[in-house]
């Protein structure tokens, strides 16, 4: 009886065999539509090759893709655990074409995987086609399909829309008859809905172009797209007409039944179906970015987690749970989906922290639930107020309320509860309308009232796919807006960051199939991002997709000015003591302010340690890391609050640096542990370098610190080196018999120009000699690769010789912009130019920089290129010519 492991491996398989290109799966969190909250099925990641938007370098491609449907309008979340085929995650098995075959090819490829590797029997088997398609009714004839086993269906089942317009085209669908001990009909039958014809494979011929008005032509590029879920076809072949019986869910249902003590197949079964589907969805949710939250996906996330620990509840477990299942679903999806064992520490950590908090909330829940119950007669629903109440005072949200009552055949007053939020969120609107803010926002509260908040993906990105909400003008809502308009825009997602605890917001691009619009700023208001911009090209309209774009260098040189205010408030409380606490920031992308507590002004000497200090932890190079939490356990782990913030029941917390002897340090072995909301670098030595440009009083008791990090603090202290020149100059002319003190100011010139020219090559080699970039391994050669800022094609050889020296033996790549000029380098010890050469990794990068050619020696090898942005292609194509 095959696995489901080897299922997915004889599907992807066969059809690699056919010409196919094995594609992995995308990650659940669309990045091409955001109509989608999750990805739910195997077209999601083709979308813009079946549409002709995109080109890759194949024609046929299959897949598993990973799915979830627990929101919006495919939501299955309610009906998992009690049926046998539900799922909040599952496995789409699919195989496509872009253009290159059609049904000849598709029909006879699913029947002889199906008949033959699966060797499922052909009289078990009916197919569906649409009723007007004779093409495929004879093509299934053909491959031996009775005419009577063949059904034509009339009616939208069998015809595939993308939308309202676009792509669409007629299906046919492969149906197993499960017997007639099971009640059902064919499909098409009064009784269809019944069990005992299951479909199990779905092919859509994607050959019509649908327009407004309802015309439809021929699509000149005629596409396939098929589907075939794992989980059902699995328990077809292991002899079962539940998902649920499969072996991967009897090992999770095992795991589930050891960690609870409870009988596995007894009454208890639905609990432990509903913890073993829900682990799956919320792991690979996790894995893929996703954390609980109190909006977006986040929000149904959580609701996943809290649905499987509140069953967890009810096999009577007293501690999380969860989180020791992760193990179990590791070993058995881990070989298929990397991603799960890279990252199960942080899945585990977070499935026990929410399983925690969200004990005590439904212990207190729970009882609430059953008091009122006792009150009401025994077939009486709860009414809309009680269960209003448990979601705004207990965190216990209606679904789960109704999943509790559910078991009890009670249920709910929904027309009450809808009344008692509508009230509760008229009252929030006076109280807000009245806070001063200007009259014509009170927009974008009705915008999060229809729309809900704007979801931020930008800790994660800063290119993604929007859906416009809505569209402002002169304080007024409207449906376009034309070129030259200044408009603000609120999308359903976005990667732009909004201005908040002292950063600025980002700037950037929209862009839309009518046209494009230049982002100058982001604010935000009721949880909604308001995007201010100018459209600068044809138009945008309501209700359009767009691609966001945000400016990558400014918020490079954000995100670094932001991390180098976490390291700055850390050594001010080192060097001055714990009395310092922060009063206020500024985080733009050409400064950095901060405003602390402290009596009186810092001394030069004062001044200097704590540049330094900064200084030695940006060139630690340490991870900076964020995890999310209550705010007590926050406070707990002795996280900095940042001053004039408001936190809900969950926070950011930002770390970073490990604690050297000089430093006190907060957060066990961390140096800088705060609550914070903002984007950060990924590494301290990202920042680059840091400066001060002084100490000044702000207000009474409160001190102001102006500084620069990274290109700036260089260009500063390049400035303040051409000031002391110019001075020595001049004092040299008119003090001629000063000599000793221009010696002496010459003598300074030179060690400001060493400090700067140590500066300069810290900043390249991404921290001490000693530390430097990490190494990654690349067919057995340790390989380094840096994209410099500010750094010029002759300093490259001497950071070649540099690095060389640093790691002894690999290869080295690196990459350097300064003032619109790219310059590429590559460099391999001497005992690796046998097997890899620097000539042909420069000329690798080159190519995909923009340039041409490059030349040298195997051992050192340069070239010039044009376009710094493809810079990751680059590095790549560079592993390529290693063999990695």
């Known amino acids: 009886m095959p696995s489901l492991n080897d299922i997915r491996s004889t599907f992807l398989n066969y059809f690699e065999k056919q010409g196919h290109t094995i594609v992995p799966s995308s990650p659940l969190v669309p990045r091409n539509d955001p109509t989608l909250m999750f990805v739910n099925s195997g077209m999601v990641q083709f979308k813009n090759l079946f549409t002709g938007l995109e080109r890759r370098d194949y024609t046929r491609a299959t897949t598993a893709q990973k799915c979830v449907r627990a929101g919006g309008k495919h939501n299955d979340l309610d009906n998992v655990g009690y049926t046998a085929r539900h799922h909040t995650f599952f496995e789409m098995l699919g195989n496509f ?35 007007t398609d004779d093409e495929a009714f004879d093509i299934w004839k053909k491959v031996g399909v009775p005419e009577d086993r063949i059904i034509r ?69 005629q596409s396939i797209d098929t589907g075939m879920g794992l989980e059902r076809i699995g328990a077809l072949l292991q002899g079962s007409h539940d998902n649920y019986d499969t072996d991967l869910f009897k090992a999770l249902i095992e795991a589930s039944a050891d960690a609870t003590g409870v009988d ?48 967890a509840h009810l096999l009577g477990a007293k501690d999380p749970v969860m989180h020791r299942l992760v193990p179990s679903l590791v070993q058995q999806m881990g070989a298929a989906y990397p991603e799960l064992g890279q990252a199960q520490a942080l899945i585990t950590e977070t499935l026990e922290a929410e399983e925690t908090r969200f004990k005590q909330t439904l212990d207190r829940g729970l009882k609430l639930l059953d008091d009122e119950l006792a009150a009401l007669p025994d077939d009486g629903d709860l009414p809309g107020a009680t269960a209003f109440k448990l979601y705004d005072t207990y965190g216990f949200p209606l679904d789960l309320t109704q999943d509790a009552l559910r078991e009890k055949g009670r249920g709910v007053d929904t027309d009450g509860f809808d009344a008692a939020m509508a009230e509760q969120k008229a009252k929030a609107r006076a109280a807000w309308s009245g806070s001063g803010e200007a009259a014509d926002a009170t927009i974008w509260f009705d915008v999060a009232e229809e729309h809900g908040a704007t979801e931020f993906l930008g800790y994660d990105t800063e290119t993604a796919e929007g859906q416009i909400v809505a569209l402002v003008v002169e304080g007024a809502a ?37 046209g494009e619009a230049r982002v100058t700023d982001t604010r935000k208001t009721a949880d909604v991002f308001i995007h201010i911009a100018t459209v600068t090209k044809g138009h945008v309209s309501k209700g359009e997709a767009a691609v966001l774009e945000v400016d990558h260098a400014r918020r490079t040189a954000i995100r670094a000015n932001h991390s180098a205010t976490h390291l700055l408030h850390e050594a001010l409380r080192a060097s001055l003591g714990d009395h310092v606490a922060q009063r206020g920031s500024l985080n ?40 999310i939490m209550t705010p007590d356990d926050a406070r707990a782990l002795g996280a900095q ?77 390049r400035h303040q080196d051409q000031l002391l020149a110019e001075t020595a100059l001049e004092l040299k002319a008119q003090a001629s018999d000063v000599p000793a003190r221009v010696k002496s100011l010459l003598e300074e010139r030179k060690a400001l120009a060493a400090e700067v020219a140590q500066l300069r090559r810290e900043v390249a080699m991404g921290g001490s000699d000693t530390t430097g970039p990490a190494t990654q391994d690349v067919n057995g050669t340790a390989f380094i690769a840096q994209v410099l800022s500010g750094v010029t094609g002759r300093d490259l050889p001497p950071l070649i010789d540099a690095h060389k020296a640093r790691i002894g033996s690999g290869a080295i790549l690196l990459i350097a912009d300064a003032d619109g000029k790219v310059a590429v380098a590559a460099g391999v010890t001497d005992d690796k130019t046998g097997t890899v050469s620097a000539v042909d990794l ?26 710094v942005s493809n810079a990751d292609a680059a590095i790549a194509a560079a592993k390529a010519a290693m063999g990695g």
């Open 97 to 131: 074409s872009f253009g290159d075959y059609f049904k000849h090819e598709a029909i006879p490829f699913a029947w002889e995987l199906i008949t033959g590797a699966f060797g499922i029997p052909k009289d078990r088997l009916y197919v569906t086609v649409y009723h």
């Open 153 to 221: 269906i009339a009616t939208s089942d069998n015809f595939w829309q993308m939308g309202p317009t676009g792509p669409c085209g007629p299906c046919t669908e492969i149906f197993y008859d499960h017997g007639d001990h099971i009640w059902g009909g064919p499909p098409g039958s009064p009784e269809e809905d019944g069990d005992r014809f299951i479909e199990i494979w779905n092919i859509v011929f994607m050959q019509n172009e649908q327009f407004e008005d309802g015309s439809m032509v021929d699509l000149e590029m």
């Open 264 to 311: 596995p197949y007894g009454d208890q079964n639905v609990h432990h179906r509903v913890i073993a589907d829900h682990l799956r969805s919320t792991s690979f949710l996790i894995a893929d970015g996703v954390m609980p939250s109190n909006d977006g996906r986040g929000y149904v996330l959580r609701r996943i987690m809290r649905r499987a620990m509140r069953h």
């Open 478 to 514: 409207t449906d376009k807006a034309a070129e030259g308009t200044q408009v603000q825009i609120a999308l359903n997602q976005t990667p732009f960051y909004a201005e908040s605890g002292g950063q600025v917001g980002d700037s950037g691009l929209i862009r839309t199939e009518g």
């Open 588 to 627: 733009a992308p050409d400064r950095l302010r901060f405003d602390f507590s402290h009596g009186k002004a810092l001394s030069a000497k004062e001044l200097s340690a704590v540049e330094a200090e900064v200084n030695a932890y940006i060139r630690q190079n340490a991870a900076v890391d964020t995890r």
């Open 641 to 717: 609050a940042l001053f004039g913030e408001k936190y809900g029941d969950e926070v950011r917390v930002v770390s970073m640096g490990t604690q050297a002897g000089s430093g006190k340090g907060t957060g066990g072995d961390t140096y800088s542990l705060e609550l914070c909301g903002g984007t950060h670098v990924r590494q301290t030595g990202d920042i680059g370098a840091f400066v001060t440009l002084g100490d000044s009083a702000s207000s009474a008791g409160v001190r102001r610190i102006e500084a620069l990090t990274g290109q700036p603090a260089l260009d500063h202290l």
């Open 842 to 867: 420069v000329k690798a990068a080159v190519a995909e920089l923009g340039g041409k050619g490059g030349g040298g020696r195997q051992d050192m090898a340069q070239g010039g290129a044009k376009d």
